[in-house]
């Protein structure tokens, strides 16, 4: 189709370095904060170890820019890259499973994006090509969808796309609330802190500071109760603080959601600073989970995930891949989803079987030793009063009783479905074409109580929790094996 080779966007290598550098920045930090001068009158090594760095990254950036080329044929990607060990890869569109444009700031400000393809199986894309011209990124994901079916220099004229859903403000704020990400970013910068700068320095900044605000209500004497409504003020502030931040990361990261759907395949575009047009075909997806928490049924809110078969393993899928096709939907928006896109299913099924109870107790059997062990060791120390984290014991019993209670299945001729949770609500969803093994496993606790646990297994089912049937009577079990046994052998694997 095209014979001629192309270089990516001439200004590709600024976009390597920075993403290099981003990745060496706090090891580099360190090292020029809380490194040793080995001359005092000259400049301090660290700043000669920054600019070998510097220089060896830039190095790096400039040779792969240099060295990468890439040509479009009828129905193949041809990419070349490297030097000294040169690699050339042939990629065929019908291989490419999923495409996801990104743009970020810097991105935008150049007229750029990077390109990345996805198959089905590795650990990395097939390729990522930093950076294009925004309009040879989305031309050639044209190209790619439609496996090669227009020329190179055609406009690309997409089909009539169907609005699936779109997140407004108001979706977006209890988005916010409901993921409390500030809490998280807290976590990160606190670690990444106590990484960054001495440990002892930070705990005497640390109790420093907790003896000023101390010594501060001792001198202006403040009784108990005005003490206890200065902590709840605080305590309150501090959530507020962090709702508000939360909300501020939903709106970065969820501004314009738009889900659509052409041509049997999903997009969703995303993204206020950095934006992320993520497709998939539909064929593509192996498992559908729904999900709902405490605070989701307290806004009446539910979210849709999907698993889909691509390289990259699960840390890497979490980062661009399509994986929320709703992030927060009302329940009836999800359950009507999920029927538009399987339109055989019929969701919610009628009927749930329930697992064995027997042995209920085995899911709260985690919290039993190490609460038993902090409770000695505080006993041993406080006295009595060490003996509170035993309170936790019975408030774990109670929860294992109710997820086991909860749990359940149901198996049609198209798919097997699985439910659990208590206090935070999932189903899992799989279509039978895209089962491809079964595994059958029995513990000793199993073998005691008369159960076992049956696993399902797909193409790139990544999700959390595991397709699983826990609890299964033995019996029953096995006869579920042999039953899906039997409609994989007679159907043709789909994915």
């Known amino acids: 189709m095209d014979s001629e080779e192309r270089r990516l966007h001439p200004w590709s290598w600024l976009f390597a370095l920075q993403q290099q550098i981003q990745q060496l920045l706090v090891p580099l930090v360190a090292l020029l904060v809380f490194g040793r001068r080995s001359n005092e009158d000259g400049l301090p090594y660290q700043h000669w170890i920054i600019a070998v760095v510097f220089a060896a990254v830039l190095g790096s950036a400039l040779a792969r820019y240099w060295s990468y080329r890439y040509r479009i ?6 990419i070349r890259s490297g030097i000294f060990e040169r690699t050339r890869r042939e990629i065929p569109f019908a291989r490419i499973h999923n495409v996801v444009v990104h743009q970020n700031l810097l991105h935008r400000l150049f007229g750029v994006a990077e390109l990345r393809l ?75 802190a106590y990484q960054l700068f001495p440990r002892r320095a930070m705990e005497e900044a640390i109790t420093q500071q907790g003896r000023q605000v101390f010594g ?3 001198q202006v004497q403040l009784g108990v109760g005005t003490l206890v409504a200065g902590a709840v003020v605080l305590l309150v502030t501090a959530l507020l603080l962090m709702w508000v931040m939360s909300i501020g990361l939903a709106i970065m990261q969820y501004h314009g959601f738009r889900l659509t759907e052409a041509d049997r395949r999903l997009t969703v575009e995303r993204g206020l600073l950095t934006r992320l047009r993520s497709s998939v075909a539909r064929r593509r997806i192996q498992a559908w989970t729904l999900r709902e928490g405490a605070l989701h049924r307290l806004f009446k809110r539910r979210q849709l995930r999907v698993d889909i078969a691509s390289g990259g393993g699960a840390a890497e899928n979490e980062g661009r891949a399509l994986k929320e096709l709703a992030p927060l939907a009302p329940p009836d928006t999800c359950d009507g ?28 059997l985690p919290a039993l030793l190490p609460v038993t062990a902090l409770a000695a060791v505080l006993t041993h120390q406080t006295g009595a009063p060490g003996l509170l984290p035993l309170l936790w014991l019975p408030w774990s019993a109670f929860k294992a009783h109710r997820q086991v209670s909860r749990m359940g299945y149901s198996v049609d001729a198209q798919r097997v479905a699985v439910r659990g949770g208590w206090w935070n609500r ?51 079990a096995r006869e579920l094996m042999e039953q899906l046994g039997r409609e994989m052998a007679r159907r043709k694997l789909r994915w």
């Open 73 to 78: 044929g009828t129905d193949t990607l041809s």
């Open 216 to 218: 501060y209500a001792s």
């Open 426 to 476: 999932w189903w899992r969803i799989a279509e039978l074409d895209k089962l491809q093994a079964l595994r059958l496993d029995r513990s000793p606790l199993d073998r005691a109580f008369g159960t076992a646990t049956l696993t399902l297994d797909t193409a790139g089912a990544f999700g959390a929790p595991p397709l699983q049937l826990r609890f299964l009577d033995e019996q029953r």
């Open 337 to 364: 989803l999920l029927q538009q896109l399987l339109p055989q299913l019929q969701w919610p099924p009628s009927h749930w079987h329930a697992v064995s109870t027997r042995g209920w107790w085995r899911l709260c």
């Open 118 to 192: 996805e198959s089905a199986a590795g650990d990395k894309p097939e390729a990522q090509m930093r950076v294009l011209k925004l309009e040879q990124a989305l031309e050639l994901e044209h190209l790619i969808r439609h496996r090669g079916k227009a020329a190179p220099g055609e406009e690309a004229q997409e089909p009539a796309a169907d609005v699936l859903l779109t997140l407004p403000l108001p979706e977006l704020v209890r988005q916010g609330l409901i993921s409390n990400r500030a809490l998280v970013v807290l976590a990160a910068a606190i670690g990444a």
